[in-house]
């Protein structure tokens, strides 16, 4: 576990050996997060990054769905 300092305006420096880690360089974009009383940070992941990751769903499925959505959305 590392520890860390906020600065008078809010900014924390994340360590360099976690940054090298995630691959976080100048202008990354976290999100962060309060849950049962922590503060998460995390990296916002694409959609499509998560494709693959439910075995009952195939790029096709998702496809038609989303399709549908869009003509709902339509009228």
Not at 20 to 30: A, H, N, R, V, Y
Not at 34 to 40: A, D, L, T
Not at 45 to 69: F, V
Request: net charge positive; charged share 35%; aromatic share 6%.
């Amino acid at each position: 576990m590392e520890t860390i300092t906020l600065s008078a305006k809010g900014q924390i420096v994340i360590p360099a050996r976690i940054r090298k880690k995630f691959g976080l360089t100048k202008g990354t974009k976290l999100k962060i997060m309060e849950e049962e009383g922590h503060i998460k940070m995390f990296m916002p992941q694409k959609l499509t990054a998560l494709c693959g990751t439910w075995s009952d769903l195939d790029s096709k499925s998702i496809r038609e769905q989303i399709d549908r959505m869009r003509n709902e959305d339509r009228y």
